[in-house]
């Protein structure tokens, strides 16, 4: 499927890439946090994981975002949390 397939608008694709983010986002730290109630995912890899989800958000066409910083913030706080439930 390519974006004529379904003649959408550049908003249009906009937002649902952002939807897809957002459903990425959520799923990747539901997952963190089920891995680690069962003691499956260590402190490292947590950390580990943490990094890997900020790098894009810190790269030069992003870092000066308000969104992409409200973004990492967000983030950071959710992984807080996550470390100090482990």
């Known amino acids: 499927m390519n974006e004529r397939e379904h003649d959408l ?15 990425a986002f959520n799923g990747i730290l539901s997952l963190a946090i089920i891995l680690r109630k069962r003691n499956l995912l260590a402190d ?10 900020s790098k894009p958000l810190a790269l030069p066409g ?6 992409v910083q409200d973004a990492q913030q967000n983030l950071d706080q959710l ?3 996550l470390m100090e439930r482990g």
Do not use: C, G, R, Y
Request: no cysteine.
């Open 9 to 23: 608008t550049a908003q249009q694709m906009l937002e649902a890439q952002q939807a897809l983010d957002v459903a």
């Open 62 to 67: 992003n870092a000066n975002n308000p969104v």
């Open 79 to 81: 992984f807080a949390l």
């Open 44 to 53: 490292a890899e947590t950390k580990s994981l943490h990094d890997i989800m």
